[in-house]
């Protein structure tokens, strides 16, 4: 191929992007059902031999060689012990989900990111057929099959840096068109659900770009993608600020992975964004704890659904609340529940649904759901945004 061949294919992909038409919502319904989903993208995650990460590597540090993130990433000993049963589970959970959505008529899905472990995927063949395998494959019967989702990135999702956030905004929407990402390839964007006498306003940011954790040398998640949006995060902040601001949605939603309320780790670095939506009178949809549970806090909920693939107690402190705050846990000292949460948007209310998953295996069973098929924990929220 020619140079000035391999040179035109960026300026025919960003016009794609452009004009390319995604599988949305339905408009105008009286109650739109939506499932929120996070923390699912095991399957096809090879991690790296045993006689790497245990010998070569540790030789290699010792030998000061700069070792990439991905590499580093995929000898994580925690993620290597659980890829077997957490691919196990993400296909439990899928047709878990699948079975609650046909129920309820979803016709929409909300990620909360991490959509594929360990190290994201990237514009290379084995990223392509990743993106097949562990997504359009996995999520394609029943519901799923013509259902759009609506995206947002997790930290996992960014350890390839550039390239990997390219392929999830740019390239996966043209892929499948039920992966909506926006229309500008960016990894913050905003939708709108419209309902018969109501409409809804979700703002999706990357919050990977907010943590200063991810700043240092240290962290597998620094690198040139995470530091150049660290810097200009203001710019994400702004783009909720106005969205919000111009919007006169019925509700308003902020979508990002991150938890600023957690069991685990309150994320402060994200206070400039849920001031923004306090001040709205929004909701925050997050991830990352790998747990389902509900907190309350300065007249704001945080919805955390986190369950879709290796569920970790510890992330919601074994069931047992820290404070007020914590309003549903879904974890107890065995083990947290798979499973998701759905949102029966009306113009009177946004019905909330916690669905777990009964999490019966051979030797007991670890967090006991007497019928899953109902919701385990749910609420209203009826206070319209400003």
Request: hydrophobic residues 35%.
């Amino acid at each position: 191929m020619s140079v000035l061949a391999l040179q035109e294919i960026p300026i025919v992909l960003a016009e794609y992007v452009r004009t390319s038409q995604p599988t949305v919502a339905p408009v105008g319904a009286e109650v739109l059902t939506v499932g929120v989903i996070g923390d699912y993208g095991w399957t096809g995650w090879t991690p790296s031999p045993p006689h790497f990460c245990l010998e070569v590597l540790p030789e290699l540090q010792a030998a000061g060689l700069l070792i990439p993130n991905e590499v580093l990433n995929d000898c994580d000993p925690g993620d290597i012990l659980y890829i077997n049963n957490a691919t196990a589970l993400q296909l439990d959970t899928s047709a878990y989900i699948g079975q609650i959505c046909a129920m309820k008529n979803c016709t929409a899905f909300v990620s909360v990111g991490d959509n594929f472990y360990d190290s994201g995927i990237d514009f290379t063949t084995g990223g392509i057929q990743r993106f097949q395998e562990a997504w359009v494959d996995m999520y394609s019967q029943g519901v799923f099959e013509s259902t759009p989702w609506y995206q947002c990135l997790g930290n996992h999702d960014v350890v390839k840096g550039q390239s990997g956030v390219d392929f999830q905004t740019k390239v996966a929407p043209i892929y499948d068109s039920r992966w909506n990402f926006g229309t500008e390839g960016q990894p913050y964007w905003t939708y709108d659900l419209t309902g018969k006498d109501w409409t809804a306003t979700f703002v999706v940011v990357d919050s990977d770009c907010f943590l200063s954790s991810y700043q240092k040398n240290t962290s597998v998640y620094m690198n040139s993608y995470t530091e150049a949006c660290y810097a200009d995060q203001q710019t994400q902040v702004d783009f909720l600020a106005n969205t919000f601001a111009q919007s006169t949605a019925t509700w308003k939603f902020l979508q990002l992975h991150h938890g600023y309320m957690s069991s685990s780790t309150n994320e402060t670095d994200l206070a400039p964004l849920i001031e923004i939506v306090t001040q709205h009178g929004g909701t925050v949809l997050n991830g990352h704890d790998h747990c389902l549970g509900h907190y309350f806090v300065n007249n704001t909920n945080f919805i955390l659904s986190g369950g879709a693939g290796y569920p970790q107690a510890g992330d919601c402190n074994y069931g047992v609340p820290l404070g007020p705050y914590a309003q549903f846990l879904g974890a107890n000292n065995l083990s947290a529940a798979n499973g998701f949460v759905t949102m029966d948007i009306s113009e009177q209310s946004i019905n909330v649904e916690y669905y777990l998953r009964d999490m019966k295996f051979e030797d007991g069973d670890l967090y006991p759901v007497p019928y899953d098929l109902n919701p385990s924990y749910s609420f209203q929220i009826t206070e319209h945004s400003t």
